[in-house]
Nanobody, 127 residues
Framework: QVQLVESGGGLVQPGGSLRLSCTAS????????IGWFRQAPGKEREGVSC????????YYADSVKGRFTISRDNARNTVYLQMNSLKPEDTAVYSC????????????????????WGQGTPVTVSS
């Protein structure tokens, strides 16, 4: 059974930074795609950033390009989302997911494919 646990969320002022972590247990090599998604109050879920464990290809939503960076530590089964220059519109619950189907990192994020999902960690950007 795969379990995903997110951490690192919190309250930050506009322009500030946060680093989210997603640690997986029970993960096998079959789940080669890992991604971050977010859902703001009253809005649909959005694929933020996804990465392939096979070729390290990445995808970023246009809304976060240049501000967010996804990285992974395969030895620790952990993926990180470094978020800089945060804006109030980044306020959301951020969740991670893994996917084992035939897909690219972009497809995982855009179509929002996931075999397992974490519970999420809230991020609030406010002064």
């Amino acid at each position: 059974q795969v379990q995903l646990v997110e951490s690192g969320g919190g309250l930050v002022q506009p322009g500030g930074s946060l680093r989210l972590s997603c640690t997986a247990s029970g993960l096998t090599a079959d789940y080669h795609l890992i991604g971050w998604f977010r859902q703001a109050p009253g809005k649909e879920r959005e694929g933020v950033s996804c990465v392939s464990r096979i070729d390290s290809s990445t995808y970023y939503a246009d809304s976060v390009k240049g501000r967010f960076t996804i990285s992974r530590d395969n030895a620790r089964n952990t993926v990180y989302l470094q978020m800089n220059s945060l804006k109030p519109e980044d306020t959301a619950v951020y969740s991670c997911a893994v996917y084992g189907g035939i897909a690219t990192a972009e497809a995982m994020c855009v179509v929002q494919w996931g075999n397992y999902w974490g519970q999420g960690t809230p991020v609030t950007v406010s002064s």
